[in-house]
């Protein structure tokens, strides 16, 4: 089975500018969960989607947005962009929700925000 | 969210036993203790969970203390490829996001 997909792997943006980046999960799971990781603050969690739904957001402002498809692939968007947003942003996917479940984690796209 | 402390960094031989140790004191009942690792410019990857009993798989062992408070991860015999930071995760059924805390950094010395 092919593992977490993202697409791209590597972005340059300016500040101002929006982006979407986009994950496909294994096949088979319908939860997607988003993290950013940067060198200050971590792993930190975004949002969970399941059946197209967003189950549980993160701390992050409006600017941050993401929505999944009915097959299960997921993007999220970030509009103006600024410098704090470059990061390493991650991708999971899991069968289904729940404290038990395992996540299964994507390559990351790399932002980088000039 | 539930909590758990990690030291920051550990060193072990390679070939030999490593144990990881996380504290977790506000546990809840329900909560699931999850294990993650991230090996260097790689997404992080899971390696094993447990409620209340210790758990074994192909990678590790988790012992989990009798009352809960505290858990350890055993990498049985270390090897190089075992460098990375390890997460100690606790999983709550009210809100079962993870939060990742900073983690233990694992160095494998030759």
């Known amino acids: 089975k092919a593992g977490v997909t993202q697409t791209p792997r590597y972005l340059i943006k300016t500040r101002g500018q929006q982006v979407t980046l986009s994950c496909s999960p294994i096949s088979g799971h319908r939860s997607v969960s988003w993290y950013q990781q940067t060198p200050g603050q971590g792993l930190q969690f975004l949002f969970e989607y399941f059946s197209e739904t967003q189950r549980n957001k993160g701390n992050f402002p409006g600017r941050f947005s993401g929505r999944q498809f009915s097959n299960s692939r997921s993007e999220m968007n970030v509009s103006t962009l600024e410098l704090g947003d470059s990061a390493l942003y991650l991708c999971?996917?899991?069968?289904?929700?729940?404290?038990?479940?395992?996540?299964?984690f994507g390559p990351g796209t790399r932002l980088l925000v000039l | 969210d539930a909590k758990t402390t990690q030291p920051n960094s550990m060193e072990s031989n390679e070939e030999e036993p490593v144990h990881l140790p996380c504290n977790h004191s506000?546990?809840?009942?329900?909560?699931?203790i999850h294990w993650y690792r991230q090996l260097p410019s790689q997404g992080p990857e899971y390696v094993i969970h447990g409620l209340t009993s210790n758990v074994n798989n192909r990678m590790a062992s988790l012992a989990i203390a009798e009352d809960r408070k505290s858990s350890t991860l055993i990498l049985h015999r270390a090897t190089l490829r075992d460098a990375a930071v390890y997460y100690c995760?606790?999983?709550?059924?009210?809100?079962?996001?993870?939060?990742f805390g900073k983690g233990t950094r694992l160095h494998i010395l030759p």
């Open positions: 506000t546990i809840s009942g329900t909560d699931y």
């Open positions: 995760i606790l999983r709550d059924f009210r809100d079962d996001k993870i939060i």
């Open positions: 999971a996917s899991s069968l289904a929700t729940g404290q038990s479940e395992t996540q299964y």
